[in-house]
């Protein structure tokens, strides 16, 4: 288990830095939009002083890095290294793509989908493409008491501010306020979408019999709770079980073999700590 979660997580990693670099280069640099971090300065010199956004990339994300690198931690360091280098280069190739379409509300929509996706993915295995990762998490190393979610906004806000003072133009400026809000939403989404998780309550008379077979065949455990109907005042039994969203059929084909008759309750739980549930951040 612990091969596949590292193996997922590398895939992860990856995926994200490959369609982070996709979006600066396909929906952001080609149509101006800034939304702050690397990926906004990076626009801004590209227009600017026509300078390759690849190497701005590098730039920025090494000297960051040499500023942060006895405050941040090895294995920080290492992973925004590696996936620092993925953009950087990506960007670069990715830069040859045509431009899907010249609308900017598209490129807005669509952009800020993709890049929150993106670092979403990132974040979830661990990792961190470089730029306001590491100037927010310098920030809080400096100021205990500010989140890194507000000091990553503070920063992305300044460069937003900068592009609007060297495009002057207040449209792209809003823009890239609004890109910026999506791509918050579409991280938070993902990340809260995978945190989710299922709380099955089976209600029987045959919890001596279930119990033990849904333990056999089935991949969770089970609390066991004894309890009394309102109605009949017959003795029952209550099966608890933290469950995935995709475990839900197999869990209720499990049950109704044993007693087609059990009552089962499915809640949604926003977060579940313990033995077989990650939580990610």
Known sequence: MKISIKLRNHIFFVLGSLLTALTISVFYLPNKIVTGGVSGISTILFHTAGIQPGV??????????LIGFKYLGRDFV??????????????QIFSYLPVLTDNIILNVAFGSILYGFA???????????GGTDILGRLIQYRFPSVRIGSAMIISDFIIIFISLIMFKNIDL??????????????INFL????????????????GSELSPYLIKNFTRGLTV??????????????????????????????????DPEAFIIFSESEQIVGNGFLVYR
């Open 225 to 258: 709770v004894d309890a009394v109907g309102g109605y009949t005042g017959n003795k029952k039994i209550v099966l608890m079980c933290a469950l995935k969203e995709r475990e839900l059929p197999l869990f209720q084909k499990r049950v109704h073999e044993i």
């Open 191 to 206: 990340i809260r979408k995978l945190n989710v998780s299922k709380l099955a309550f089976v209600i029987t008379e045959k």
């Open 78 to 91: 290492i992973k925004t290294i590696i996936g620092s280098s993925i953009v950087t280069v990506f960007v």
């Open 56 to 65: 701005t990339y590098f730039v920025v994300n090494a000297v960051l890095l």
């Open 119 to 129: 670092i979403g993915l990132t974040l979830i295995a661990g990792g961190s493409t």
């Open 173 to 186: 400026a809003m823009y890239g306020i609004i890109s910026l809000f999506g791509m918050s939403y579409s």
